[in-house]
């Protein structure tokens, strides 16, 4: 079983930055594969960004490439996620994720945190 717990959120204006970071508690943790979702009002739940256990591996949705960096600390089983370039179509709630596969990770996760919140205003 593994835990994650989301921080960083919170209003921003557009153009701004925001970090969020995941930390992840439970068995080998820091071998999954790490990854970010968000989900806007009345849409589904999308794929933003994923890396690999080792960080040698990164992945994001052509939505926020060139803007959004994921990266992870494994000695504080940490992944963040770096936002800048903010548009107000950013704003959902972003859930962190974590699953054994690097493919899987991008579509179904086996883990999931409970989200918080990104409100970019214009």
């Known amino acids: 079983q593994v835990q994650l717990v989301e921080s960083g959120g919170g209003l921003v204006q557009a153009g701004g930055s925001l970090r969020l970071s995941c930390a992840a508690s439970?068995?080998?943790?820091?071998?999954?594969?790490m990854g970010w979702f968000r989900q806007a009002p009345g849409k589904e739940r999308e794929f933003v960004a994923a890396?690999?256990?080792?960080?040698?591996?990164?992945y994001y949705a052509d939505s926020v490439k060139g803007r959004f960096t994921i990266s992870r600390d494994n000695a504080k089983n940490t992944v963040y996620l770096q936002m800048n370039s903010l548009k107000p179509e950013d704003t959902a709630v972003y859930y962190c994720?974590?699953?054994?596969?690097?493919?899987?990770?991008?579509?179904?996760?086996?883990?999931w945190g409970q989200g918080t919140q990104v409100t970019v205003s214009s």
């Open positions: 890396i690999s256990w080792s960080g040698g591996g990164t």
């Open positions: 439970g068995r080998t943790s820091s071998s999954y594969a």
């Open positions: 994720a974590a699953d054994p596969s690097t493919v899987v990770i991008r579509t179904t996760p086996r883990y």
